[in-house]
């Protein structure tokens, strides 16, 4: 449904419905599911969970609607918006489009080892994925890991091809529902676990969701509750998808009809609550096979941890499991994906009046060659280079700590300040109510604009160079 708005031909989407769905495909992705519950079982369990929701309901809420508010009411991609928005802030726009060309690449390269694993267990390869050694060996060969990605990544160039509802829209309608199936499902199994260990120790799945949902507040200090609050706003920042272009470009499509705050509240409550039951998913599954330390794992633990643990359910229930679990995470990643790749499009589109095809064509071959270097990082270019938070890491962790820690803070601190200060947050707030829609909150939302959301910027940018470790 190519629709006219003006002159030039602009996609929407069809309706709200579209809309959240898609914006929260974008926003759900493989910082929920991996990401969210370690950070959970590390920061203390409940404790994470309920600074997360806090978080989530003021500054999460404050930072989406902005940008979408943003894209909606100039109407263009990222790298246009914030130019039409105030002259002399077009560099917001360029910050916004180079974050999603920096992040599309390596996204896409994990998207593929997560489609390794969904083979590797779909052809009954269990055993193998559990053994040490099997990720390390597969993200270090030559070619396999080059191979997924360019898989995933031609499965994300042509949905974006297909444009906003016959492709993005189409197909988050079935994937979201399907993927709230899948976590739900795996949820309740993980629950219902439970096993004897070798020293004759019976855990079982329920003793773990007790451990993610009550708060431990044990030998809690102010430098560790600190500690907290900054990896929940951190993973909050990343798990809704802000400050990388992404929800200006959504919001670009959205009808101005269409009721903004409430379609906010949606995104987040479908969000928060996928991370939430990720968690219900994950820990109690670790907890009871692998015991209390393995929980937070680390990065690790969606490659090392989880093969261990599926295999551990035996050959055939593990099977089933797995192959369902990386099923979902691939929906999962690939609605995130092509968020990225439509943010960059959307802007080429706009800048330089390409059409759809030629856009796609040229950011795909882009951020497809650029992912093949990133995977070479573990091999043919391998190198190690010390980050200022400390760790080390490989030429992914650098676009990772590049994206992530640097410049997406500083976009989201500027946007602040263009919004809170330099054109005020009445015209957002007016964009929001346009249509007729009535949004609550609306002092909330100057108070956070104008200060909280820049002091709680600061910090996470601060966080970037090594303080609060
Ligand atoms: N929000 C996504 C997640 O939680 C991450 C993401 C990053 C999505 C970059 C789009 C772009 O995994």
Redesign the pocket.
């Known amino acids: 449904m190519g629709e006219f708005q003006g002159k030039r031909e602009r996609n929407t989407f069809s309706g709200s419905l579209g809309f959240i769905l898609a914006a929260a495909g974008?926003?759900?992705?493989?910082?929920?599911?991996?990401?969210?519950p370690y950070l959970a079982a590390k920061n203390g369990g409940g404790l994470f969970l309920l600074v997360y929701i806090i978080l989530a309901l003021t500054f999460g809420f404050t930072l989406l609607l902005t940008e979408v508010a943003i894209g909606r009411k100039t109407g263009v991609g990222p790298l246009g918006a914030y130019k039409s928005l105030k002259k002399g802030w077009g560099f917001l726009g360029i910050l916004a489009t180079v974050i999603?060309a920096i992040?599309?690449p390596y996204?896409s390269l994990i998207g593929g080892w997560v489609l390794k694993y969904f083979t590797v267990f779909a052809s009954g390869g269990i055993e193998g994925a559990a053994e040490d050694g099997f990720f390390t060996g597969f993200i270090t060969a030559q070619w396999q890991p080059i191979i997924f990605h360019t898989l995933f990544f031609a499965a994300t160039a042509l949905v974006i091809f297909r444009g906003v509802n016959e492709g993005i829209e189409k197909l988050s309608r079935v994937l979201m529902p399907l993927l709230v199936v899948l976590v739900l499902g795996i949820a309740i199994y993980s629950c219902s676990l439970s096993f004897t260990d070798a020293s004759g120790v019976k855990r079982t799945g329920m003793q773990g969701l007790a451990i993610y949902l009550i708060p431990s507040f044990e030998g809690l200090t102010f430098g560790k509750l600190m500690g907290v609050i900054m990896d929940a706003m951190g993973q909050l920042f990343?798990?809704?998808?802000i400050a990388?272009g992404?929800m200006v470009a959504y919001g670009s499509y959205l009808k101005k009809d269409e009721n903004l705050p409430k379609s906010i509240n949606r995104i987040e409550i479908f969000?928060t609550g996928i991370?939430l039951l990720a968690g219900v998913m994950v820990v109690p599954a670790v907890f009871t096979f692998m015991g209390r330390e393995a929980m937070s794992g680390g990065p690790g633990l969606m490659f090392i941890s989880l093969p261990k643990v599926f295999s551990s359910m035996g050959k055939v229930p593990g099977t089933i499991i797995g192959v369902l679990f990386f099923l979902m995470i691939i929906f999962?990643?690939l609605t995130?994906?092509i968020?990225?790749l439509e943010?960059i499009v959307s802007s080429l589109m706009d800048e330089f009046h390409w059409d759809r095809r030629k856009a796609t064509i040229i950011a795909s071959i882009y951020g497809w060659l650029l992912g093949i270097v990133v995977a070479l990082g573990y091999n043919l270019l391998y190198f190690e280079y010390k980050l200022p938070t400390g760790d080390t890491g490989q030429m992914l962790d650098i676009f990772d700590y590049l994206?992530n820690n640097i410049m997406m803070p500083i976009l989201a601190i500027l946007t602040c300040i263009l919004v809170g200060w330099v054109i005020g947050p009445k015209e957002i707030i007016q964009e929001a109510e346009e249509g007729g829609a009535k949004m609550g909150r609306r002092g909330l939302y100057v108070l956070m604009i104008r200060f909280v959301c820049i002091v709680l910027l600061a910090l996470v940018f601060m966080k970037a160079f090594g303080f609060f470790a």
Do not use: E, K, Q, T
């Open positions: 974008s926003a759900v992705g493989l910082g929920n599911i991996w990401r969210f999603p992040i599309l996204y990343y798990s809704l998808s990388m992404i969000d991370a999962a990643a995130s994906c968020s990225i943010a994206s």
